[in-house]
């Protein structure tokens, strides 16, 4: 399972740079409507923690329910860090199971009109960091926007970084 470990650490990496950006950020930046897939870009971060929660920890886990995260109620990037902290643990320890047979077990997506999807745990698994990836995106573009650095961290950089430390 060591590809897609290797997907989630690459974006989680990516994810501590954008918190200690999002701490030098004015909050109320950080808060307003910037008219991206969801109102600013808090929301759209938090976005990016609830496919994941909701995909591996409620959808996988076959629950009936989905992660009864809203945006709302996050009043402050450390209330979002403690969230993004329980999503990972929840994530570590999913990945500690994992194993062939694991990944070809069906998850089944149901929307609100009635209709649902069927996807492998082999492809959610490609799904979240693609989608996390596609709203990082949306994040950096609101940095660059506002004429600051984006905090990108390429997958070849990452790759790099991670065999110097070993």
Not at 121 to 135: A, C, Q, R, T
């Amino acid at each position: 399972m060591l590809g897609y470990a290797e997907l989630f650490d690459y974006f989680k990496a990516e994810r501590r740079k954008l918190f200690h950006a999002f701490r030098e950020m004015p909050f109320d930046e950080f808060v307003r409507n910037r008219e991206l897939s969801f109102y600013s870009i808090k929301d759209t971060f938090l976005h990016t923690l609830s496919v994941e929660d909701n995909w591996l920890h409620y959808r996988a886990a076959g629950l009936e329910t989905e992660s009864p995260v809203r945006f709302e109620d996050f009043k402050s990037i450390e209330a979002i860090e403690k969230y993004s902290l329980e999503v990972d643990a929840k994530t570590r320890a999913l990945f500690a199971t994992l194993d062939s047979q694991a990944i070809q077990r069906p998850v089944i997506r149901k929307y609100p009109d009635g209709h649902s999807t069927t996807q492998s745990l082999g492809w959610v698994l490609y799904h979240i960091p693609i989608e996390v990836i596609h709203h990082y995106g949306e994040i950096f573009a609101e940095f660059w926007k506002g004429g600051k650095d984006a905090p990108y961290l390429s997958y070849l950089a990452f790759k790099r970084e991670a065999t110097q430390t070993k």
